[in-house]
């Protein structure tokens, strides 16, 4: 997965579900550590399921899988 950081670009702008999955592995990786930037980005991956129209049911996997990956303390 990590050869797709070159593509980040090209998986932002696809509409293919698996991006998100990639998108947030990524984002785990380039953010451990800083707590603000976790939440800031985990905040950014979930506004984009809505932005680009997922179904209700979709966007609660993905936010699972998000939460999962992007994990915060629970006080964010």
């Known amino acids: ?3 797709y950081r070159l ?3 090209e998986i932002e702008s ?3 579900i698996f991006g998100v999955v990639v998108l947030a592995y990524l ?4 953010i451990k ?4 930037k ?10 984009k399921l809505y932005e680009k129209g997922y179904k209700k049911k979709d966007i609660i996997n993905l936010y699972r ?3 999962w990956v992007i994990n915060l303390p629970q006080d964010l």
């Open 14 to 16: 696809s509409d293919n």
């Open 38 to 47: 976790r939440f800031l980005s985990k905040l950014s991956l979930i506004k």
């Open 33 to 36: 550590g800083n707590l603000d």
């Open 7 to 9: 593509k980040r670009a």
């Open 1 to 3: 997965m990590l050869d």
């Open 65 to 67: 899988f998000i939460d």
């Open 27 to 30: 984002e785990s990786l380039e």
